[in-house]
């Protein structure tokens, strides 16, 4: 029977593996610690992804590998060369397709909408990182070594979504708190639906088309800050949110190794940010999530 593996269980690894198995296709999902979904077509796996000899027996004869994993923020430098390493051999030794989730990192700070074909060119440490993945990636598929492709998403919003908006801004708006935020809270961003992103890298691993290229997960919405925590907040029948934009500097004081990442990628959120999805909805069949659905799972995922 033909399978899928998937590496990581956060949220967008677990609706990415729910999203295949709900197809009926069956699915290996592979963590540390064996963790997942409970789901008949889920197959639960206690495994290090950057353990090539070890994924490279688990995704053998695997229609595709796709790799939701990622270290803490804080470690990403040291923690993503061997991970990426370990699923890029996997792939070049099996042949399991392999598509990757990515970011818009690479890309550096941009005036305008991002599309797909834009150069690389980072300005920050992660980001730098990010860029180098997906070369090295993209130079195995040139030399014929694997099938690779990329798929790269904004800002998560869903539930459970883990993006430094989830974190901050989500929980005291529904808790009717004033919140502060390293944003032009006014200007227009992308996000991007969990489901949306789930929905993007099944669609890569089925589509011939889309190897040795990258794609943009359709966005949900384009609204500010500000406005998307208005939104959420009228649809939680919350009181009108204050939020307060704060420099990135001010969380590097406040001790949180992770928070303090976030001061290099400011560039992020200091302008508009555009996400351009066009190729991946007329090639790839995506199309994004309407944004009140998107905030209603939200209050629902906050209520249970």
């Not at 030794?93 to 990192?105: D, E, I, P, Q, S």
Request: glycine share 10%; charged share 20%.
């Amino acid at each position: 029977m033909s399978f899928h593996v998937v590496t990581g269980a956060g949220p967008t690894g677990t609706a990415t593996a729910l999203l295949l198995a709900g197809s009926g296709e069956q699915v290996r999902l592979v963590t540390r610690r064996g963790t997942g979904p409970e789901h008949p077509g889920v197959e639960r796996i206690a495994a290090d992804a950057s353990d090539a000899d070890a994924l490279t027996a688990l995704a053998e004869g695997a229609l595709s590998l796709v790799n939701c994993a990622a270290p803490p923020y804080h470690r990403w430098l040291t923690g993503f060369p061997p991970l990426a390493a370990g699923l890029l051999t996997a792939a070049e030794r099996t042949g399991a397709g392999y598509v990757m989730l990515g970011n818009l990192y690479g890309y550096g700070p941009v005036d305008g909408p991002l599309t797909e074909d834009l150069p690389a060119a980072p300005t920050s440490r992660k980001g730098t990182l990010r860029a180098a993945l997906w070369a090295e990636a993209l130079a195995a598929h040139r030399a014929g070594r694997a099938r690779v492709t990329e798929v790269r998403a904004s800002d998560f919003l869903g539930r459970g979504a883990t993006s430094l908006f989830g974190f901050t801004v989500v929980p005291a708006v529904l808790a009717g708190e004033p919140v502060g935020y390293p944003a032009d809270l006014d200007a227009p961003h992308s996000w991007s639906h969990l489901g949306d992103v789930a929905a993007t890298l099944v669609a890569a691993a089925r589509n011939e088309a889309s190897w040795g290229r990258a794609w943009h997960v359709p966005s949900t919405s384009e609204a500010s800050a500000r406005e998307v925590a208005r939104q959420l907040a009228a649809a939680a029948g919350a009181p009108e949110p204050v939020l307060t934009a704060v420099a990135p500097a001010e969380l590097v004081q406040l001790g949180d190794e992770i928070l303090a990442e976030v001061e290099e990628m400011a560039y992020l959120y200091d302008r508009p940010l555009r996400l351009d999805s066009t190729r991946t909805e007329e090639v790839l069949g995506v199309a994004a999530t309407p944004f009140e659905e998107v905030l209603e799972e939200i209050v629902r995922g906050a209520r249970s």
